[in-house]
């Protein structure tokens, strides 16, 4: 009977591998548990060289720790043995359970394959089981968890992925290990598996909470100067809400923006940019887009003002929910929109009297003509229906099946199509007797006596007189009626929903409005004023409107003597 059979001895033997096994979970790094588990064999196997050969990332093998030689350590730590291999080494010589135990009467074909090797010669041996320093016992160790089979495996470790293989050289007694021997090994094989697994598994989870808390200051850090940069901009910032019940309704708002509506944080959470915006611009607002959307228009102050500021949008999005905040860039535009707004005044209005200029009025007058006379199918429904065209005739507009949507007509020629919503702009038709229709009167006026003040006076007291008749005749119209100022002494009074009665009427009290004495420097100085009344209708040009009001206006100043135009 073999000695290590005996009960002692297995006992002993069961102590040492309990403690060296102990020792792999002390390990703290995978590094110190793999030199673990080659000194246990070393310490508590008996064996004086262990090697450990562990697989890495690419399927090749590396030799990870080695114990009991320092010379031999030091020659083949760190050098890799192909796959390939290692699969032959395991598939050769005997199965000893998941143990492979290669002879030295077969080995010697592996002498030259690129596994790292350390053997020292020795004599020949004396008896059947006596350890040959040419001999080879590989104890693979595989992982706890079932894996995929790989091809060209030992077939013990089949449907287990193999961690790498424990290579052991000169047992102390000199001899090839019992059955309790190879069991113990065996043992140790599975018992380091474990070890280096969980090692393996500390490792990744150490470097996953490093990852983790640099990630974590790094957010913080983005977070913080998100943060710095969200409240002390000076320009406003704002967070909405993207989506639910809760759509567009402020989270966050900075300092400046704060101060720009003249409302504190806490009172703007209450409020979404649709309650602050003017009326007038909540169209603009819902026309802007959330991802790079920008618009131009008037934000309401806590006083009841309104400013005018540039929006400008994007979205703050959630990797896995999506899009979650919209953040807004509020910037104060009202200097530059003021200063807009002078010079298109300046580029629409009379220097001199402040009221519309030619090109203004020229510009209202166009808005509201067509090309259409409305005369032409004023009297005939179905005509008034198709403009004109009725079946049978070539209308002007033509299906357009390419257009956005796929709804809508082109019109032939490029003119308005039958959908749109111009009203038509009439005239009476009975001359100076009143028809009961209304339209858009067209008063031209020209001062009488004018020229004679510019040349007794001198052109300072002609301006006074101007600017005086501009206050009179606005004084005298309606709110939503035009007066403009053509040049020199002619103005032209614009107003709609006038009857025949109503134009004769409106002339003679602006003529009133003009006639009392206007005083400049002390002096009293007046002048006249010659009216012609014209009617706006669709199918005239602006300036056929202007020309038959002006003709009209000297058939008026011809017809009344020259004392009552005299002024001065």
């Not at 002993?12 to 020792?23: F, G, I, K």
């Not at 910032?237 to 003249?262: K, P, S, V, Y």
């Not at 005509?383 to 257009?403: I, K, L, R, V």
Request: with cysteine; net charge negative.
């Amino acid at each position: 009977m073999e000695t290590e059979s005996e009960p002692y001895v297995r006992l002993a033997t069961l102590r040492q591998l309990h403690q060296v096994v102990a020792d792999l979970n002390t390990a703290r790094s995978l590094a110190d548990t793999l030199q673990a588990v080659a000194d246990g064999i070393v310490a508590g196997l008996n064996y004086e060289l262990a090697c450990v050969n562990l697989v890495r990332p690419d399927g090749d093998l590396v030799v990870a720790a080695f114990a009991g030689s320092p010379a031999a350590e030091a020659l083949i730590t760190g050098r890799v043995g192909s796959r390939a291999s290692w699969d032959r080494r395991l598939s050769m010589g005997e199965s000893w359970g998941d143990l492979r135990f290669i002879p030295h009467t077969e080995g010697w074909v592996l002498i030259e394959d690129d596994v790292p090797q350390w053997h020292t010669e020795g004599p020949a041996p004396r008896f059947e089981d006596e350890w040959h320093p040419h001999d080879r016992l590989y104890a693979p160790m595989y992982s706890p968890r079932l894996g995929s089979a790989r091809p060209g495996g030992a077939p013990s470790g089949s449907g287990r992925e193999l961690l790498g293989v424990i290579s052991v050289d000169r047992p102390r007694n000199g001899r090839h290990p019992g059955p309790w021997g190879r069991e113990a090994l065996q043992m140790y094989a599975s018992q380091s598996a474990i070890a280096i697994s969980n090692a393996r598994l500390r490792s990744n989870m150490q470097r996953a909470l490093v990852r983790l808390e640099r990630e974590q200051q790094a957010l913080r850090a983005s977070e913080e100067s998100f943060r710095q940069a969200f409240e002390y901009a000076p320009s406003g910032m704002a967070i909405a809400e993207m989506g639910g019940d809760q759509h567009g309704r402020l989270l966050r708002t900075n300092d400046a923006l704060c101060r720009l509506l003249g409302r504190p944080a806490s009172v703007m959470r209450r409020y979404s940019f649709a309650d602050l915006v003017h009326p007038e611009d909540i169209g603009t607002l819902l026309r802007t887009s959330a991802e790079g959307g920008r618009a131009e228009l008037r934000l309401g102050r806590r006083d009841g003002t309104y400013v005018w500021v540039s929006l400008r949008n994007s979205v703050v999005a959630d990797t896995a929910d999506g899009p979650r905040f919209l953040l807004t860039h509020v910037e104060d535009i009202e200097e530059r929109k003021r200063h807009e707004l002078q010079l298109a005044h300046r580029a629409s209005h009379d220097a001199l009297t402040g009221l519309p200029n030619s090109a203004e009025l020229r510009s209202r007058l166009s808005a509201r003509l067509c090309e259409r006379p409305f005369a032409a199918t004023a009297g005939d429904p179905v005509a008034a229906s198709t403009d004109g065209y009725g079946p049978g005739s070539e209308s002007p507009y033509e299906y357009d099946y390419e257009h956005e949507h796929g709804f809508g007509f082109t019109p032939v020629g490029g003119g308005a199509g039958p959908y749109d919503h111009h009203v038509h702009t009439v005239a009476p038709t009975g001359g100076e007797i009143d028809d009961g229709t209304k339209g858009l009167a067209v008063l031209f006026c020209d001062l009488d006596g004018f020229k004679s003040i510019n040349d007794r006076f001198g052109h300072h007291t002609g301006d006074a007189v101007l600017i005086e008749v501009a206050r009179r005749l606005t004084t005298g119209v309606r709110d939503g009626d035009t007066v403009a100022r053509l040049g020199g002494d002619e103005f032209v009074v614009l107003a709609d929903g006038l009857g025949a009665a109503d134009a004769a009427d409106l002339a003679v009290r602006l003529r009133n409005a003009i006639i009392p004495p206007i005083r400049v420097d002390g002096r009293a100085v007046r002048v006249g004023a010659s009216f012609g009344i014209g009617w706006a209708e669709c199918g005239m040009t602006v300036e056929e409107v202007l020309n038959s009001a002006d003709q009209r206006m000297y058939i008026e100043k011809r017809s009344r003597s020259k004392v009552h135009r005299r002024a001065g």
